[in-house]
């Protein structure tokens, strides 16, 4: 008598395996019953290359048969196999590290040096960056553009300014749409060895110092934090000394932009010209 012939359509199918599963295979002609274990062993042995104790460990979490404690040692054994490595002092961009990403299930990707840099320095931005130094031998005022956005503070840096007159030297704020000159609040004093004189900000700028006369220098900082990022809402705080030692300034005030700020400009309330010393500025985010 004939058996029927069994074709596998007609088996019994099985939606979850585990490791005590047999599944047919041939080989010389011949059949053998292989578990799911493994040939889970099998499949993860190929994939890392040889290490039989780490990949009986993967294989028996995969089937079922140890679960997530199967892989403890994982760690303990990766480290031991990364300090045997030859170490190398110095990594070059084409380096590469690899890394589980959390976005595509934690499975294993290449990260080169050089984006591991750029990540970094994207992440962490340098704490303060400074501008081109200008220097301030002319013109009726000195213009720094282009301040990234996201800042938060602005310093404006006097070394050894002067002007051809004694009008008062303002700082003005501005954005894309270009300098602001209103809205300023605030005041500045001038100190001298005989008196003090507290004068307002200008209505076009923030009053930074009246200088006593054509020959004065002036040196310091001027800084602007931002207080409010909702409206703009800059404040300005410093001072400034003349180099004669006849005078010292000190400014405060506030002003609240249409936009964000991306630029500052030196200037007088008058009609005076620069003639000497240099002006910068930094940033901070």
């Given at each position: 008598?004939?058996?029927?012939?069994?074709?596998?359509?007609?088996?019994?199918?099985?939606?979850?395996?585990?490791?005590?599963?047999?599944?047919?295979?041939?080989?010389?002609?011949?059949?053998?019953?292989?578990?799911?274990?493994q040939?889970?062993?099998?499949?993860?042995?190929?994939?890392?290359?040889?290490?039989?104790?780490?990949?009986?460990?993967?294989?028996?979490?995969?089937?079922?048969?140890?679960?997530?404690?199967a892989?403890?040692?994982?760690?303990?054994?990766?480290?031991?196999?990364?300090?045997?490595?030859?170490?190398?002092?110095?990594?070059?961009?084409a380096?590469?590290?690899?890394?589980?990403?959390?976005?595509?299930?934690?499975?294993?990707?290449?990260?080169?040096?050089?984006?591991?840099?750029?990540?970094i320095?994207?992440?962490?931005?340098?704490?303060?960056?400074?501008?081109?130094?200008?220097?301030?031998?002319?013109?009726?005022?000195?213009?720094?553009?282009?301040?990234?956005?996201?800042?938060?503070?602005?310093?404006?840096?006097?070394?050894?300014?002067?002007?051809?007159?004694?009008?008062?030297?303002?700082?003005?704020?501005?954005?894309?749409?270009?300098?602001?000159?209103?809205?300023?609040?605030?005041?500045?004093?001038?100190?001298?060895?005989t008196?003090?004189?507290?004068?307002?900000?200008?209505?076009?700028?923030?009053?930074?110092?009246?200088?006593?006369?054509?020959?004065?220098?002036?040196?310091?900082?001027?800084?602007?934090?931002?207080?409010?990022?909702?409206?703009?809402?800059?404040?300005?705080?410093?001072?400034?000394a003349?180099?004669?030692?006849?005078?010292?300034?000190?400014?405060?005030?506030?002003?609240?932009?249409?936009?964000?700020?991306?630029?500052?400009?030196?200037?007088?309330?008058?009609?005076?010209?620069?003639?000497?010393?240099s002006?910068?500025?930094?940033?901070?985010?």
């Amino acid at each position: 008598m004939v058996e029927d012939e069994l074709l596998i359509e007609d088996l019994n199918p099985a939606t979850s395996p585990d490791g005590s599963f047999f599944i047919g295979a041939m080989k010389g002609g011949k059949t053998y019953a292989l578990t799911v274990s493994q040939i889970n062993s099998v499949l993860v042995m190929q994939t890392l290359g040889g290490d039989e104790d780490f990949a009986q460990s993967v294989a028996d979490a995969l089937d079922g048969k140890a679960g997530v404690e199967a892989l403890d040692g994982k760690a303990d054994k990766s480290t031991t196999e990364t300090h045997s490595l030859t170490a190398k002092a110095t990594p070059v961009d084409a380096d590469e590290f690899r890394l589980a990403d959390s976005a595509a299930s934690w499975g294993f990707k290449r990260l080169s040096w050089a984006n591991l840099k750029a990540s970094i320095v994207a992440a962490i931005k340098p704490y303060i960056n400074s501008g081109a130094m200008v220097s301030a031998t002319s013109g009726t005022s000195i213009d720094f553009m282009s301040i990234p956005a996201g800042v938060k503070r602005v310093n404006v840096l006097f070394g050894g300014v002067s002007t051809n007159g004694t009008d008062p030297i303002i700082l003005q704020i501005g954005d894309a749409g270009g300098f602001e000159s209103t809205g300023y609040a605030g005041s500045y004093v001038n100190i001298s060895t005989t008196a003090a004189a507290a004068n307002p900000s200008s209505a076009s700028g923030f009053g930074l110092s009246t200088p006593a006369a054509a020959s004065a220098t002036v040196h310091g900082k001027i800084s602007l934090d931002l207080m409010d990022v909702s409206t703009n809402l800059w404040v300005v705080s410093g001072n400034l000394a003349d180099s004669t030692g006849t005078r010292f300034h000190s400014a405060a005030g506030s002003k609240a932009l249409s936009a964000t700020l991306d630029r500052v400009r030196v200037t007088t309330s008058g009609s005076n010209t620069f003639d000497a010393g240099s002006i910068n500025v930094t940033w901070e985010f």
